[in-house]
C-alpha cells in the first residue's frame, strides 16, 4: 500500500500495485499542463480544468483509467464543505483525497451557490493534478517544436544581374596614309623630344586627325603612353587593341 491512510482526507484501495504501474504509463504520456486563463486583475496565468483534462486525460483513457470522479460533502467533525476526489483504475484499484471547499463571502455580494461553484472548480484542479501526478507548464510557456520551413526556391528575378564582360572591340586597320602620318609624328617627337611645346603641337595635330578619322586613336595612344608619359611598353604587337582611357 502506497498511501498513509492514516492522514485525514486520504484512502485507497488495499491493494494499488497495478494502479500505480499503470499510472507510470499513463505519466509517460502527459503534456506539462497549459496557462490559458488570465487574471485580468492581477496579471497572472493560471490553468483552466480544461487545460488539466487537455495534458491528463489521453493518457490516463489510455492505460485503463477512467475521469476521476468528484462528490461534495459536509465533514461533521470540522463542520465543513469538503470535495472528494476518487481516482479509479480497471483493476478496481483506487486512489482517493479531500478537498475543503472554501467559501468565505459576503452574502451581500455573491450568492452561496455561486461561491460553492467556484470553490468547487478550484478543487477539483486541485484534486485531478495531485491524484493523477500532472505539473503545470513554466510561467513563460514550453516551447513549441517548429515546423520544419520548407527550401525557398528563390526566382530568377530575384537573383543579381551577371555582370556582362565589355566586348573587345577589333583592330582598327591602319592605312598606308595613316602609317605615314604616324612615322612622321613619330619622328618628330623624338627629334623635338626636348621642346615641350612643339610636342604639345604634334599632339595637338594628332587629336586633330584623330577626330577626323585620318588616325586610329589606339595608335595615338600608344604613341602618348612611349613619348609623353615615360612608360616602357612591352610586347605590344601591331594591330592589338589599347584600351581607350577617354
Not at 84 to 105: A, E, F
Not at 110 to 130: C, F, H, N, S, V
Request: with cysteine; aromatic share 6%.
Amino acid at each position: 500500500m502506497k498511501l498513509d491512510n492514516s492522514i485525514v482526507g486520504v484512502s485507497s484501495s488495499l491493494e494499488t500495485a497495478e494502479l500505480y504501474k499503470a499510472l507510470c504509463k499513463a505519466q509517460a504520456a502527459y503534456t506539462p499542463i497549459k496557462r490559458s486563463g488570465l487574471n485580468k486583475v492581477e496579471g497572472f496565468r493560471y490553468a483552466t480544468l480544461r487545460d488539466i483534462c487537455d495534458a491528463l486525460m489521453p493518457g490516463l483513457l489510455a492505460n485503463g483509467f477512467t475521469m476521476p470522479t468528484f462528490m461534495v460533502g459536509f465533514d461533521r467533525e470540522i463542520r465543513q464543505w469538503v470535495m472528494v476526489g476518487t481516482l479509479t483504475h480497471s483493476s478496481d484499484q483506487w486512489i482517493s483525497s479531500v478537498c475543503p471547499l472554501l467559501m468565505g463571502y459576503q452574502p451581500e455580494d455573491r450568492p452561496g451557490i455561486q461561491t460553492m461553484e467556484i470553490g468547487a472548480t478550484y478543487a477539483k484542479k486541485i484534486l485531478m493534478q495531485g491524484l493523477c501526478g500532472g505539473w503545470l507548464e513554466s510561467e513563460e510557456g514550453e516551447p513549441q517544436p517548429q515546423p520544419k520551413a520548407e527550401p525557398v526556391q528563390q526566382e530568377a528575378a530575384a537573383l543579381p544581374a551577371p555582370v556582362k564582360q565589355r566586348k573587345k572591340a577589333k583592330p582598327q586597320a591602319l592605312s598606308d596614309e595613316a602609317r605615314d602620318l604616324l612615322d612622321r609624328a613619330k619622328a618628330k617627337l623624338e627629334e623635338k623630344a626636348d621642346d615641350p611645346e612643339r610636342c604639345k603641337k604634334i599632339w595637338e595635330h594628332l587629336d586633330l586627325l584623330v577626330s577626323q578619322g585620318s588616325v586610329p586613336s589606339s595608335e595615338v595612344l600608344l604613341l602618348k603612353s612611349k613619348h609623353s608619359m615615360g612608360a616602357k611598353v612591352v610586347g605590344v604587337e601591331q594591330g592589338e587593341e589599347v584600351v581607350d582611357a577617354e
